[in-house]
Nanobody, 124 residues
Framework: QVKVVESGGGTVQPGGSLRLSCVAS????????MGWFRQAPGKERDFVAA????????AYADSVKGRFTISKDNAKNTVYLQMNSLKPEDTAVYYC?????????????????WGQGTQVTVSS
């Protein structure tokens, strides 16, 4: 079994920055692709960013391109989401997910293990 734990959420003013962290422990190994999704109140869970197991391939939702950066430290089994130029519409619960495979996917169904989520609120 794999445990996924996010951290780093909080409240920030528009234009500010936050960095989310996610640790995946258990039988994933360093070759697992990982992703970030988010869910705002009353809305579906949406893809945000993903990174391949070796960290060489990434994918981003159009809404966050140029503002968010995903990175991976395989030695620590940790993935990061650096979020800059935050907007009120970025407010959501952010979920980290891990999959059994190396390659990136942007679909919810492609991930096997999920964290409990961390709240990000962008408000003045």
């Amino acid at each position: 079994q794999v445990k996924v734990v996010e951290s780093g959420g909080g409240t920030v003013q528009p234009g500010g920055s936050l960095r989310l962290s996610c640790v995946a422990s258990g039988r994933t190994g360093s070759s697992s692709a990982m992703g970030w999704f988010r869910q705002a109140p009353g809305k579906e869970r949406d893809f945000v960013a993903a990174i391949s197991g070796n960290g060489e391939s990434t994918a981003y939702a159009d809404s966050v391109k140029g503002r968010f950066t995903i990175s991976k430290d395989n030695a620590k089994n940790t993935v990061y989401l650096q979020m800059n130029s935050l907007k009120p519409e970025d407010t959501a619960v952010y979920y980290c997910a891990a999959r059994r495979y190396l390659l990136v996917t942007v679909t919810i169904q492609g991930y096997d293990f999920w964290g409990q989520g961390t709240q990000v609120t962008v408000s003045s």
